[in-house]
C-alpha cells in the first residue's frame, strides 16, 4: 500500500460524468452567450470569439441569421449532455457513498476557518481530502447545475410549464435566474481550473484515475 | 484509389470529431458533420415536444392592462417593406385535405365568430410581449371548410415569400387564432393585415403574417426559419 503517502482515486464513472459535465458546461455556455448577444439582459454582450455558433459572416449572408440557429441547436443538443452527466454524477455519488465521504459535513462555521485560511496561504492541501471551502464549492456548483437545468426548462416551456415559468418571476425572470446560475458556474469553473493549476496532481487523479503525493513537508518515507 | 480516399474521408471524419473537444468555435459549427448531428437532435428534440404539448393545457392569460399597444415588429426585411394587400383582391386560398377550397375574401374571413386573447409572445431571439388579439380560433374554421382534422399537420404561406407549418394538435388547441385584430384595432399593415395566425403555444416565428394559403397535410410543411437551421416544432 501507500503509507506516507497521501492519495486521490477516483473511479472511472465519476470521471467520465465529470469530464462530460465540462464538455457539455463548455458547449451550454459557449452557445448561450451567442443567444444571450441577440437579446441582451444587462447592457453588455459576450464577446463574439467566446461564443458558439459558427461564423456569424457567412449564417448572415446564408440565412439573414447571426448564428443564432445554430447556437441553439448546440444549446438544445448540449442540454442532453448535461442532463445525462448530471444524473450519472449524482447517482454515482449518491450511491458509491462518495458524497457522504467527501462532500459533507459542512457549515458556515469550518467554511469560514478554511476560507480564511485558504485566503491567507495557511490552507494545506490534502490530495483526496476536500477541505471545506471546496465541499462547499462542489455541493453549490452541482446546485448551480440542476437550477440552470429547472430554470432552462421554465424558459423553453412557458406554456406546458406555466407554474414553473411563474415560479420565477415570469418568462423574463426566468431568463434572468438562468443567467445568473451562469455566472456562478462560471465563477465556479474559475476558481476551479486556478486550484487545479496550483495542484497539478488533482488532474492527474481526475484524468486517470489515481494520484500519490507526498504530504506537505514530509520527506518520502524510506524504502519507497 | 478509392480505397484511399475513403480512408482519408474517415480521417477527415474523425478529425472533425476530435476538433468538437477542442470548441475553437467557427469551424467546428460550420462542419457538415456537425450540422447534421444537430439536425438530428433538433428532429429529436420535436418529437420531446410533441409529447410535452398538451392539446388543451391553455397558454397563461393576462390582465388587459397588460397588453402592449405599440406592438414590436420583427421580420428580416423593414416595416416599409412589409406587404401591403388589398381588402379588394386578397383572397386565402385553401390546400390539401379540405373539403371546401373555395378561396376566402376578407368580408367573409372577419364575419366569422371571434374571441380574444391577452397571452405572451415569446421570441425565439429571447425577447417577449404580451399583446391582445382578437379572431376566430383556427379550430372553427378548419372545421367549417371541411379539414381533415386527422391529417398530421397545417401548413401556411405569406405574401411575402414566407411559409412556416405546425403539428394538427397544435393547430386544433383552443387559443390557437386567426387572429384579426391587435389591441382591438384591424391588424395593422405591418403586423399582417388581413390576418396573421396568432399561435401563443409556438415561438413568435411560427406565427406567420399575411397569410394567403392554408393547406393541410401528411407531409410535415417546411418552415421559413427552421429550414434555416432553427428547431421545426418550436413549441412554449
Known amino acids: 500500500m501507500s503509507e506516507g503517502y497521501e492519495e486521490q482515486r477516483h473511479h472511472l464513472l465519476l470521471r467520465i460524468a465529470h469530464w462530460a459535465q465540462a464538455l457539455a458546461i463548455l458547449i451550454m455556455v459557449g452557445s448561450g452567450w451567442r443567444i444571450y448577444n441577440q437579446e441582451p439582459i444587462f447592457p453588455f454582450r459576450f464577446p463574439v470569439e467566446l461564443t458558439l455558433g459558427g461564423g456569424i459572416k457567412q449564417t448572415l449572408s446564408r440565412n439573414n441569421d447571426p448564428g443564432v440557429a445554430n447556437a441553439i441547436a448546440w444549446h438544445f443538443a448540449g442540454m442532453w449532455l448535461l442532463l445525462g452527466a448530471f444524473l450519472l454524477f449524482l447517482a454515482y455519488g449518491f450511491v458509491s457513498g462518495h458524497f457522504r465521504r467527501s462532500y459533507v459535513p459542512v457549515g458556515p462555521k469550518s467554511f469560514l476557518r478554511d476560507f480564511i485560511a485558504a485566503a491567507t496561504f495557511r490552507l494545506p492541501h490534502t490530495l483526496g481530502v476536500y477541505n471545506h471551502v471546496q465541499r462547499a464549492l462542489y455541493i453549490g456548483v452541482l446546485i448551480a447545475v440542476l437550477m440552470m437545468l429547472v430554470s432552462g426548462l421554465a424558459v423553453w416551456k412557458p406554456v406546458q410549464l406555466a407554474w414553473l415559468t411563474a415560479l420565477m418571476g415570469g418568462f423574463q425572470g426566468a431568463r434572468i435566474v438562468h443567467f445568473l446560475f451562469m455566472a456562478a458556474i462560471v465563477g465556479f469553473l474559475a476558481v476551479h481550473v486556478a486550484l487545479v493549476a496550483l495542484v497539478p496532481k488533482t488532474l492527474q487523479s481526475m484524468v486517470l484515475g489515481r494520484a500519490r503525493a507526498l504530504p506537505h513537508g514530509h520527506a518520502a518515507p524510506a524504502g519507497e | ?236
Open chain 2, 1 to 236: 484509389m478509392e480505397h484511399d480516399l475513403e480512408r482519408r474521408r474517415l480521417l477527415r471524419g474523425g478529425l472533425s470529431l476530435g476538433a468538437l473537444t477542442l470548441l475553437t468555435g467557427c469551424d467546428i459549427s460550420d462542419g457538415d458533420a456537425v450540422q447534421r448531428a444537430l439536425a438530428a437532435v433538433s428532429r429529436w428534440n420535436d418529437r420531446v415536444q410533441a409529447a410535452l404539448f398538451s392539446g388543451t393545457r391553455l397558454a397563461p392569460e393576462f390582465d388587459e392592462k397588460l397588453a402592449v399597444k405599440n406592438f414590436r415588429y420583427n421580420a428580416w426585411y423593414p416595416a416599409d417593406k412589409a406587404p401591403k394587400l388589398d381588402a379588394d383582391t386578397y383572397r386565402l386560398k385553401l390546400a390539401g385535405l379540405i373539403e371546401t377550397k373555395k378561396p376566402w375574401t376578407v368580408q367573409e374571413l372577419y364575419a366569422l365568430p371571434q374571441a380574444s386573447q391577452v397571452t405572451r409572445h415569446v421570441c425565439v431571439e429571447g425577447w417577449n410581449m404580451i399583446g391582445k388579439w382578437t379572431g376566430t380560433p383556427l379550430r372553427v374554421f378548419l372545421q367549417r371548410v371541411g379539414a381533415d382534422t386527422s391529417a398530421r399537420y397545417v401548413g401556411y404561406e405569406c405574401a411575402d415569400g414566407y411559409y412556416e407549418g405546425m403539428d394538427m394538435a397544435t393547430a386544433l388547441h383552443p387559443q390557437t387564432f386567426m387572429a384579426f385584430k391587435l389591441s382591438d384595432e384591424i391588424l395593422p399593415r405591418k403586423h399582417g393585415y388581413p390576418f396573421k395566425l396568432r399561435i401563443p403555444t409556438k415561438l413568435g416565428f411560427k406565427n406567420p403574417k399575411w397569410v394567403t394559403t392554408i393547406f393541410v397535410t401528411n407531409t410535415q410543411p417546411h418552415g421559413f426559419w427552421p429550414d434555416r437551421g432553427y428547431n421545426w416544432f418550436s413549441g412554449s
